[in-house]
């Protein structure tokens, strides 16, 4: 999610990739911002990537390294959707519950990361148990959110956007990326209309529904990449967040009836 909230937890089968080491700093990297320096006031470390810049507490070096190469391979991930150059930047709390604090939100149960005021803040306990692919997927979904923006835009357009940059490069089927949504469907089920903000609430009470509906706005946005191509989906995006989802799919020829049909004929082709 956004300065909402992001994400759910782990992919399953822990799946090992090889990384480079972190790369020495150069001018294009993010200065620290003044409202991050000093943002703890003890045991504060500052690891550099190529581009990024990870800021933890209580954290290994070493820890923060991987996080920020990571992080840079993110940035190049959404760089090469929105055509910009990113800059991202990372902070690595020591708890959920500082992690919420610094999010400004209740509670970041069962979620890697936070996407909050043009930073991604990661959730430690959570973060550490994705496997590697997932950790990318997460970076990346996150990042998304902090350069694309979400204001004015139903959660189904920006979380489903985010997860379609999140997974483009990842390598994972679709089944296995939906697995939750996949089952709903091969036991006949097919969504009936976009998942709305209740689908999207961090409550804790449905792990499952929350997994699909992230699922399902996934596949929208993935189909519409499908149909129109991968510059029209941005497209849309940048025109959804200027003048409204429904102009913006008008454009396209399309109503929020006659996408949310494709969409849920597109889901049962994909995942029956």
């Known amino acids: 999610m956004s300065g909402q909230v992001s994400r759910r937890a782990a992919i399953v089968s822990v799946l090992l990739l090889a990384v480079a ?51 840079d391979r993110a940035g190049q991930r959404v760089s090469a959707v929105l055509g910009r150059t990113v800059r991202p930047l990372v902070v690595v709390p020591p708890s959920a519950s500082e992690a919420a604090g610094l ?37 990346t979904h996150e ?41 709903e469907v091969r036991a006949g089920r097919l969504p009936g209309e976009l998942p709305g903000p209740a689908a999207f609430a961090v409550d804790g009470r449905d792990p499952v529904r929350l997994a699909q509906a992230y699922q399902e706005a996934w596949l929208a946005c993935r189909f519409l990449a499908d149909r129109f191509g991968e510059r029209t989906l941005v497209r849309l995006y940048r025109d959804a967040r200027a003048g409204g989802v429904d102009r913006a799919l008008a454009a396209l020829g399309l109503s929020a009836a006659t996408l949310t049909a494709r969409w849920r004929d597109y889901v049962r082709d994909q995942l029956a």
């Open 103 to 139: 999010a400004g939100v209740g509670r970041v149960d069962g979620l890697a990361a936070v996407a909050d005021r043009g930073r991604v803040i990661i959730v430690p306990e959570f973060f550490a148990k994705l496997n590697s692919i997932g950790k990318d997927v997460v970076l």
């Open 21 to 71: 080491p972190a790369s020495a700093p150069t001018p294009d990297s993010p200065v620290l911002p003044a409202e991050i320096r000093g943002l703890w006031g003890d045991g504060e470390v500052v690891v550099r990537g190529a581009r990024s810049v990870v800021v933890g507490r209580h954290t290994a070096s070493g820890e923060l390294g991987d996080i920020a190469r990571r992080a």
């Open 143 to 183: 990042l998304t959110h902090v350069v694309a923006g979400t204001d004015r835009l139903p959660p189904w357009l920006y979380e489903g956007f985010a997860d379609y940059v999140g997974y483009r490069d990842s390598g994972l089927p679709v089944r296995t990326a939906a697995a939750e949504l996949a089952a």
